[in-house]
C-alpha cells in the first residue's frame, strides 16, 4: 500500500510539475548611452521583440546610460559572466585587436553604402576573435559618420593649417597632423568652451554630437564628409547563450538580426534629422570640394596603410575583400 500511495502523490506531483509554467529567465543588459540615444530606443525595441517571440520566456532588463556598468567595464562584465549581455563601441576593443577599430580608420568607408559593406567584409573576423574570448556577436549599429565643423568653409586642408583641431584620440590626432592642423585634447562638454575660448578652431565629429552641443553657437559651416561611421555592438555570454533553449536562442538570434536592420535605418534617419537641425539654426551644410576630396582620400590611403601594419595578413584580407566589393 505504501508503495502505491508513493506512486500515485509522485504521479501527482509530476502531473502538477507540468501544469505550472517554465520558470522566466531574466537578463540584465548594460549599456553605455541614454534613454534618448537612437542606439539605446534600438536595443529597447529589441528586448521587446525576444520577450514576445519567447512569450515572456527570456525577458531581458536594458540598464542604459551606464547604470549597470560603466562604458569601459561592458565588454568584461559580459565576458566574466557578469551580466550575459550588453553594448559596446566597437572601437574601444581595438586596442586587443586592430579589427575592433576598423570601422574607425578615416575616410576607408566614408558612407553609408561603403560601412554596411565594410562590415560584411569584416565581420566574419570579428565574430572569430570575439569568439576567441566566450563572447557571440549578436548585431551591429553606425553611429552617422563623422564630419568636419569650422567657421570658415574648408576648401582644402591648406585651409586648416595650423589651425588648432579638436583631438579626442589617437586616430583624430593622426588625422589633424595629416591635414597641417595641430591636434588638441578636448572632450565632448567641454567643446563650446574651447571654442568660445579659441583653444580650438574646427573639429570632427557627427551630427548628433554637434546637435547636442549646439554647434551653430561656435561654428558656422559643416562639411559632411562622413569620414567614418563607427559601430556599437551587442555582444552575449557564449555559455549563457548555450545555457538558452533552442527555441529561445532562435527567437534571439532573429530579433537580433532585425535589430540590426532596424539600427542602420534609425541611423541613417539620424543622420538627416540632426544635419536637419544644424540648417534650420543657420549652418551652412557644403559637401566637400572636388579638392578637398582628394585630399582626404589620400590621407585615408595612409591612415589605411599604417592601420594594415598593425593588423597584418588578416586586416590586409578583410580590406582586399571590402575593396573588391566596391568595384
Not at 563572447?135 to 564630419?147: D, E, I, N
Not at 532562435?250 to 534617419?269: F, H, N, P, Q, V
Amino acid at each position: 500500500m505504501s508503495f502505491l500511495r508513493n506512486t500515485s502523490l509522485t504521479a501527482a506531483f509530476a502531473s502538477v510539475a507540468l501544469a505550472l509554467p517554465a520558470l522566466a529567465e531574466t537578463w540584465d543588459m548594460p549599456t553605455p548611452y541614454g534613454d534618448a540615444v537612437f542606439h539605446t530606443q534600438n536595443v529597447q525595441e529589441f528586448a521587446k521583440d525576444v520577450s514576445a517571440a519567447t512569450d515572456g520566456g527570456l525577458e531581458i532588463t536594458v540598464h542604459s546610460a551606464g547604470s549597470l556598468f560603466a562604458h569601459p567595464e561592458i565588454k568584461d562584465a559580459v565576458r566574466r559572466g557578469l551580466a550575459p549581455i550588453g553594448e559596446t563601441l566597437m572601437s574601444r576593443l581595438a586596442n586587443e585587436n586592430p579589427i575592433f577599430g576598423i570601422d574607425s580608420v578615416p575616410f576607408l568607408a566614408s558612407s553609408y553604402d561603403e560601412a554596411e559593406k565594410l562590415w560584411q567584409a569584416s565581420r566574419p573576423l570579428v565574430e572569430q576573435k570575439l569568439a576567441d574570448q566566450g563572447l557571440t556577436l549578436l548585431f551591429a549599429v553606425p553611429w552617422p559618420g563623422q564630419s568636419l565643423y569650422s567657421q570658415e568653409p574648408i576648401n582644402s586642408t591648406a585651409d586648416l593649417k595650423g589651425a588648432s583641431f579638436r583631438a579626442y584620440n589617437t586616430a583624430t590626432e593622426r588625422l589633424a597632423q595629416l591635414m597641417g592642423a595641430v591636434p588638441t585634447q578636448i572632450e565632448t562638454g567641454d567643446i563650446p568652451t574651447a571654442f568660445a575660448t579659441g583653444r580650438v578652431a574646427a573639429m570632427i565629429t557627427s551630427p548628433s554630437t554637434g546637435v547636442s552641443s549646439q554647434a551653430w553657437d561656435f561654428t558656422k559651416v559643416y562639411t559632411d564628409t562622413q569620414a567614418w561611421l563607427p559601430k556599437n555592438m551587442v555582444i552575449v555570454n557564449t555559455g549563457a547563450l548555450d545555457g538558452l533553449s533552442e527555441d529561445q536562442r532562435k527567437a534571439l538570434m532573429d530579433a537580433a538580426a532585425k535589430a540590426e536592420t532596424r539600427g542602420w535605418e534609425m541611423s541613417r534617419a539620424e543622420t538627416d534629422a540632426k544635419v536637419a537641425t544644424l540648417k534650420e539654426n543657420g549652418m551652412q551644410v557644403m559637401e566637400p570640394s572636388a579638392k578637398l576630396s582628394d585630399e582626404l582620400t589620400k590621407i585615408g590611403d595612409t591612415m589605411t596603410q599604417e592601420w594594415l601594419k598593425e593588423a597584418g595578413d588578416e586586416g590586409a584580407k578583410v580590406v582586399d575583400a571590402y575593396r573588391n566589393s566596391l568595384n
